[in-house]
């Protein structure tokens, strides 16, 4: 752990947003936010300080640690291409893909050498659509409380753009190789590519990552500065949001690239991190 600098400690004193990952954050092997979590969570909340969630999952599969820990701002899903207010219904972003590139990435994971390898997920309106249900795909719909819907060929669910689109896979060295064959094959400014855990292949429209999203809401709906806002993030696809904030705090169990941009590194998920950072800085 990284001791945190008197920088780091005056800027905390400013912090008025506290945006927090779910997976890998402040949900571990439990898939719920442990006591200690949602105490140091609260308190901070009795300081006057709004926590907002941040998460490359769906909207109705984040909503529950939304309501948990009591937020009443905008709910960030899909790594920021969907946010929306739950108390009042209002959808403030929806940025898709677009069919064409849907179904120029389902070609791609369709190839003979891919296809057997891959679960794909395509999700549309907050549903999750996929070719059949896999093992893989049936263990990530109970964690997540959603039901996956299979249409065996995916072109068929591509009547409406897809808001994400996730290639599933437990060779991570699969998963790492089909990222930099798709970033050499789409520049930034045609696709967001990204990893959630290394087994998750994600793709969103190339607007959309959790920093342009905790920038929104920040900015544009809270009227706060970047020096106000503190976040907490576990992977590659929180790596934009560690980056925009004032102070940027990555969980131990974050790999070692996703650590290395972070203001401070907090003990692991299943240590109660993301407690102990609030402590640490807000309480």
């Known amino acids: 752990m990284q001791k945190a600098s008197t920088d780091n400690q005056a800027a905390a004193k400013d912090i008025k947003l506290l945006v927090l990952d779910i997976d ?149 060295d699969l998963i790492d190789k089909l990222l930099g064959n798709l970033r050499r094959q789409y520049t930034p400014a045609e696709l967001y590519l990204t990893t959630s855990v290394a087994t998750f292949f994600e793709a969103t429209n190339a607007s959309v990552n959790k920093g342009t999203a905790v920038r929104y809401l920040a900015e544009e709906l809270l009227g706060l500065q970047l020096a106000n806002v503190m976040a907490i993030g576990d992977n590659f696809n929180d790596v934009e949001m560690l980056e925009y904030v004032g102070l940027g705090v990555a969980m131990g169990n974050a790999p070692a690239g996703v650590q290395a941009i972070a203001k401070w590194v907090a003990p692991s998920v299943e240590e109660d991190g993301a407690a102990i950072a609030i402590e640490k800085f807000l309480l």
Request: glycine share 6%.
């Open 24 to 172: 890998g954050t402040i949900a571990g092997h439990s898939n719920t936010i442990s006591k200690p979590v949602k105490q140091a969570i609260i308190a901070a909340q009795a300081q006057g300080i709004q926590v907002a969630i941040a998460t490359g999952r769906m909207y109705c599969s984040a909503l529950r640690f939304h309501q948990d820990i009591g937020s009443t701002l905008p709910l960030m899903a899909y790594q920021g291409a969907w946010i929306q207010d739950p108390i009042t219904q209002k959808v403030h972003r929806h940025w898709v893909v677009s069919r064409e590139i849907a179904h120029q990435l389902l070609d791609y994971f369709e190839k003979p050498e891919l296809r057997s390898l891959l679960s794909v997920h395509f999700y549309i309106n907050d549903r999750l659509y996929v070719r059949e249900l896999t093992r893989e795909t049936e263990i990530y719909a109970e964690r997540s409380g959603i039901i996956a819907i299979p249409v065996g060929d995916l072109r068929q669910a591509l009547t409406n753009e897809p808001t994400k689109i996730l290639a599933l896979c437990d060779d991570t």
